[in-house]
């Protein structure tokens, strides 16, 4: 049986990580400035989390949501108070396509309307609903179309009240640092209109935190720099480090009822297990702290490089737009300089490297830069 051929690979093999760097089957070693799309929050192979992992499997990998789970309870009880959100509920799933899911579901239900705002350059997933919100026609079959979204442009804010006011409008739906569209950021004023706009027209407001979430913003959630709660957050990518979960933080103004939502695999043991041991591991090691003080550092010295259109992005969610094509400079930094770094665009590279970044790591990125850019 052949894979399906779906994804561009480099010829290259990683089997091993640790911190902030992998090494592929030939032994070379790289550092990790892309942590497989975000997912890695605490460093590869971090002791605590193996241990956790290890002594769960060993104990019990699996059973299903029909019987009481403790680690559900105490991973929201963790959740609630690192994120500040002790006073919302948890429902647990499995990738962030699904959280955005079950939130556009929940919006749906809760007032009965049907029509969702999106954003231009959105990415939300690739599932039914999630992918009808992403703004890539490319990717929405005609499966997909029958859900109706209107999709406008970051801070237009008379664009969305213009459609808010035709009463239709079941959910805004945003990610405040779009990710795939190329680390743009939502002002913090713009956020904090969307918040009054939602409330007044009686439409769900749904934060897709599932690349920004997590302290890689340097905030827990990346819409806290705008002082707002929304009604629905959707987390992902490192919840647990690598292992598949996710989460939608939910306002006690929606009201659960059995068999409203469902899931095989979400809030399984093992997945608990790896999430609870990723927040002990960002409180112990002061992880956000970190991100602060190394995005600093980044910030600053990237501003000193020439040849750069722009730069964008919070805490170590960056993005570096560039006036040329970058391309090349990416295959340099990785087949020559041994640096994993993501794109947004044919002109954004992305850095998100874990958490755990040291600013050692981050000088010694910076001189692979430079000799990428020679």
């Not at 605490?42 to 060993?58: C, F, K, L, R, W």
């Not at 920004?212 to 959707?234: E, L, M, V």
Request: aromatic share 8%.
């Amino acid at each position: 049986m052949k894979l399906f051929d779906v994804y561009p690979l480099f010829n290259i093999e990683i089997v091993k990580g640790k911190g902030c760097k992998v090494w592929d089957a030939e032994g070379n070693e790289y550092l990790d400035f892309y942590g497989g799309h975000a997912v890695i929050s605490v460093g590869h192979s971090h002791p605590e989390y193996v241990a956790a992992i290890t002594d769960q499997v060993n104990k019990l990998g699996f059973y299903s949501n029909s019987v009481q789970n403790s680690l559900q309870q105490k991973l929201a009880d963790k959740l609630g108070q690192a994120s500040g959100y002790d006073d919302y509920a948890l429902f647990l799933v499995n990738t962030g396509a699904e959280a955005n899911e079950n939130a556009l579901k929940l919006a749906s239900f809760h007032n009965g309307k049907k029509r969702v705002i999106s954003f231009r350059h959105s990415f939300h997933g690739r599932t039914s609903a999630a992918v009808r919100v992403t703004d890539n026609p490319k990717i929405i079959a005609p499966v997909n179309e029958g859900l109706p979204v209107t999709y406008v442009h970051f801070e237009d804010i008379e664009a969305v009240e213009a459609e808010l006011q035709k009463g239709d409008v079941s959910s805004v739906i945003i990610e405040c640092i779009q990710g795939v569209g190329g680390i743009k950021l939502a002002s913090d004023s713009f956020l904090q209109q969307l918040r009054a706009l939602c409330t007044r027209y009686e439409a769900c407001l749904i934060l897709d935190e599932i690349q920004s979430g997590y302290g890689r913003s340097g905030k827990f959630f990346a819409h806290q720099y705008a002082g707002i709660r929304p009604d629905i957050i959707t987390v992902a990518k490192g919840i647990a480090n690598g292992f598949p979960m996710s989460g939608v933080l939910i306002s006690p103004m929606f009201k659960p009822s059995y068999g409203m939502l469902g899931t095989t695999f979400g809030g399984n043991h093992l997945a608990c297990a790896a999430a609870i041991s990723i927040l002990d591991i960002m409180e112990k090691e002061n992880l956000i702290e970190n991100v602060c003080q190394v995005s600093d550092y980044l910030m600053t010295e990237l501003h000193k490089l020439s040849g750069i259109k722009d730069i964008r992005g919070r805490g170590l969610m960056i993005g570096i737009e560039f006036k040329e094509p970058i391309k090349e400079i990416r295959s340099r930094l990785l087949f020559e300089q041994k640096v994993f770094t993501g794109v947004a665009g044919t002109h954004t590279i992305r850095l998100l490297p874990p958490l755990c970044l040291t600013l050692e790591e981050a000088a010694n990125f910076m001189e692979r830069l430079k000799k990428a850019l020679k």
